[in-house]
């Protein structure tokens, strides 16, 4: 149903409030599917542990593991044949749709990427739970919103407060849930969307809290802080990180090419060539299978050979990339942290046979670089700082965690590497030849926020040439609203709202975000 003007301005005046109900609804609904779908993965990998024990006992049995996989990779390629969004991570999707540059199905979503998930990690691949679980979280909140007859404005919203639920509720991190989505998804900080946001993930939080306990997800011990006089090998760390999350984006993409090039492989052959491969690795290399979680406590609490950590992190790296790049339901958020985490191991190994560096030290080494290299291929320095904060339940890491997230993101960034997310999204654009919703032609407000050194600080209203078709609103200047007028001069940090028809939003969306970013 249509929205009018009027009716679109009245109700955006009530966000702040009626937003904070609205998340308390998202974080709950979406929650509990995420905290159902965590249960569902906890299964999945007891499952696959007890079947590679018994399949392994003789050749038969490993036969018919295989046929399994086979059957497994046949019912996951239907699900992605029914619906293709639910391919990869889900959050390029995610981003597609505020970008009012793809439109998801979430009652065909849904289903499909829980039931996917759960079979992919069954079978053993490399893949992780947080980006299905945004997506999750995400179409929990569209749901939410179709059914109380939003509009595309406040979908927006709770498409956003459902992201944040989502990470909330996988990982038991509130506040990463709040930052992922602002900094990643929403794009801004604006008033609504943080309150909004906040209570969606606290509630996630809490739901998860009283199902599934308050363990944190790293189980590992920071004995002692990293002394001053070493930080010369933080710095060391984050161009380290930042040439490989440079040199991850540029494979992954790689892999995903292979895969299209490979014509004579259908939807289903592309699907089978990771799952035989966990059926390989099942009987060779076994802590090579699922999300990595165990090889993060092996790492951290067992001396471990420089070799054994060489081989497991060529191995989870390689078949990680085999695994995404089939377009198998399931994510790469998760991964990334595990190849973070040892490659900070080895580089710590490398400075206590070379640089007398103190054994105890390790552990420091592999927290700094999951939060490195997530800023290096993710882009989101904030998102990862406080992530890697909350899972492990130490704060006395910040300061050192902040220089290694910055140096990894500057030097990713001059390598001239995009962020992993936009180029998944442009890659899954092009595949798709997807345009921009034209039906509908309903009108929507968006917020963009003006960036301290963008084109259009210091400009008033009348100097800007503005994208045609877009109306500008409202000026928000911390709690004041301003009419905007020719003479209003912008400011860092000021909130442009704009009106728009739904048809022009991606366009709009672009030429706002290049307008508003810092030019430097």
């Known amino acids: 149903m249509k929205k009018s003007i009027s009716g679109t301005l ?32 906890d299964v999945a990998g007891d499952w696959l542990e007890g079947i590679l024990a018994y399949a392994g006992q003789t050749p038969w049995r490993m036969a018919g593991w295989f046929l399994v996989l ?33 439109e998801q199905k979430w009652y065909r979503v849904l289903p499909a990427k829980f ?49 944040g639920a989502g990470l909330s509720a996988a990982f038991h991190a509130p506040l990463a849930g709040v930052m992922f989505s602002l900094e990643e998804v929403h794009k801004n900080f604006s008033v ?65 090419s292979l895969y299209d090039r490979a014509t004579f492989l259908n939807s289903t052959g592309k699907i089978l060539i990771p799952f035989f491969c966990a059926g390989v690795l099942g009987f060779t290399a076994p802590e090579l299978l699922g999300s990595g979680h165990d090889l993060i406590e092996k790492l951290t609490s067992v001396d471990m050979l420089l070799g054994t950590a060489v081989f497991l992190l060529v191995g989870r790296f390689l078949f990680s990339a085999v695994s995404f790049g089939s377009g198998a339901p399931g994510g790469i958020f998760f991964p990334l942290l595990v190849l973070g985490g040892y490659m900070g191991g080895i580089f710590a190994m490398a400075g206590i046979r070379l640089w007398g560096l103190d054994p105890v030290f390790l552990n420091n080494f592999v927290l700094l670089a999951m939060a490195g290299y997530f800023a290096a291929v993710v882009r989101a320095p904030l998102t990862g700082i406080i992530l890697i904060f909350e899972m492990t339940g130490t704060l006395t890491q910040m300061l050192s965690l902040s220089v290694v997230s910055i140096v990894a993101y500057v030097t990713a960034t001059l390598l001239g590497s995009r962020p992993i997310y936009e180029s998944l999204l442009d ?21 963009f926020a003006v960036s301290r050194g963008s084109r259009i600080e210091d400009l008033t209203i009348g100097e800007v040439r503005w994208p ?28 442009i709202v704009t009106m728009t028809d739904e048809r022009d939003e991606a366009r709009i969306h672009d030429e706002m975000e290049e307008l508003c970013r810092e030019m430097f």
């Open 10 to 41: 009245s109700r955006a005046r009530r966000f702040p409030v009626l937003l904070i109900g609205e998340g308390l609804l998202v974080g709950g609904i979406g929650g509990f599917v995420v905290v159902l779908y965590r249960m569902a993965l």
């Open 115 to 163: 039931l996917g998930g759960f079979l992919c990690l069954l079978g053993g691949l490399a893949l992780g739970r947080e980006g299905p679980s945004i997506q999750l979280g995400a179409m929990a909140g569209k749901g939410i919103s179709r059914g109380l007859d939003r509009g595309k404005t406040e979908e927006k919203f709770l498409l956003t407060c459902g992201a």
């Open 427 to 447: 890659r899954l654009l092009l595949r798709r030849g997807e345009k921009p919703p034209k039906e509908q032609g309903e009108k929507m407000l968006m917020h």
């Open 70 to 102: 086979g059957a497994l990779a046949w019912l996951v390629s239907r699900l992605v044949s029914w619906e293709p969004l639910i391919s990869g991570s889900g959050i390029p999707q995610l981003e597609g749709e505020m970008a009012g540059k793809l």
């Open 192 to 256: 609504s969307a943080l309150l909004s946001v906040m209570t969606a993930s606290l509630t996630a939080d809490f739901l998860a809290t009283a199902v599934l306990g308050t363990d944190s997800i790293f189980q590992f011990t920071i004995t002692r802080e990293l002394p001053v006089h070493f930080y010369w090998m933080v710095l060391g760390l984050g161009v380290f990180l930042g040439v490989l999350g440079a040199f991850y984006n540029w494979f992954t993409l790689k892999v995903q």
């Open 468 to 495: 045609e078709n877009c109306l500008l609103v409202a000026v928000e200047r911390g709690s004041q609203e301003i009419i905007p007028r020719g003479k209003t001069r912008l400011l860092a940090g000021d909130v």
